[in-house]
């Protein structure tokens, strides 16, 4: 495990950074990305209202936008009433990464980076030294996909998965074409796809595969010009259950910290 995590480390230093992928603009359907990031932290908040009492009055906060159109969070929750005083604060904010962000040196802050994308999450939660409190910052991931995804269109090189059909039988290998595309406007100098650069990940745990087009072994590395294409054919382990299953794909080689990742997506039956 560590001599793969180790092998991605170096696949990074390796990649020519020279590559130009298109300039990142922040505008409207940027700010509509990010407050769909922000409704879904809004929504968990609210859910999460019946466990944590701390949160029994977050619809009475009223959001408000920032200069750059998306929603800004600022909560304070305060019971001096109680046996036990509670005192609660939680904010949280997407603005540029260049930004300083309004809850900066704040008790419990945090910041997440979207490189290619140029912002960041940024947050802060101060439960006022309570050991049990709802803690925003361990949910932060989740609720930033839909900026990560956006990222993928900003990569100077594309991931692309494709099945050799859309419907396997129990016990069935599946097997399906990987293709990197050069999106960019320079040529591009990458690592073979094999079973060391190309991770795949089912239910959160690595998924099996082994690389079957003879023609693709024992090239260490190749070149490909804006618009050229490579594809290698892969088959991976068998599902002993009938489901809809979805595999994520992620490529070794990172651009500004992004690796390429996609979805193979296909329907295992019982015959």
């Known amino acids: ?148 995804n956006i990222q993928q269109d900003y990569l100077p090189y594309k991931l692309m998965l494709k099945p050799e059909k859309e419907i396997y039988a129990i016990g069935e290998d599946i097997s399906f074409k990987v293709t990197l595309k050069n999106t960019g406007r320079q040529i591009l100098k990458f690592k073979d796809l094999n079973e060391n650069t190309v991770f795949f990940l089912y239910g959160g745990k690595p998924w099996g595969i082994k690389r079957t087009n003879e023609s693709a072994k024992d090239i260490a590395d190749f070149y490909l010009k804006p618009g050229e294409i490579r594809t290698t054919i892969f088959k991976g382990d068998a599902f002993n259950m009938p489901k809809d299953v979805e595999i994520e794909c992620t490529y070794a080689l990172p651009y500004k910290g992004v690796r390429p990742s996609g979805i193979l997506k296909v329907k295992v039956i019982r015959e």
């Open 1 to 148: 495990m560590y001599i793969k995590l180790l092998y991605i480390l170096l696949c990074g230093l390796f990649f020519c950074s020279m590559a130009n992928a298109q300039e990142f603009q922040f505008n409207e359907g940027t700010a509509s990305a990010c407050n769909l990031a922000m409704d879904q932290i809004y929504d968990h908040i609210v859910k999460m209202k019946k466990i944590y009492k701390e949160l029994s009055n977050f619809e009475q906060m009223v959001p408000v936008k920032n200069k750059y159109g998306v929603k800004t969070f600022d909560y304070k929750y305060e019971d001096f009433d109680s046996r036990r005083p509670l005192k609660y604060q939680l904010g949280v904010e997407v603005i540029k990464s260049i930004d300083k962000s309004s809850f900066s040196g704040k008790e419990g802050y945090f910041q997440r980076e979207l490189p290619l994308l140029g912002v960041k999450l940024a947050g802060f939660v101060d439960a006022g030294g309570r050991q049990r409190f709802f803690d925003l910052e361990q949910y932060i991931e989740d609720f930033g996909k839909a900026l990560w």
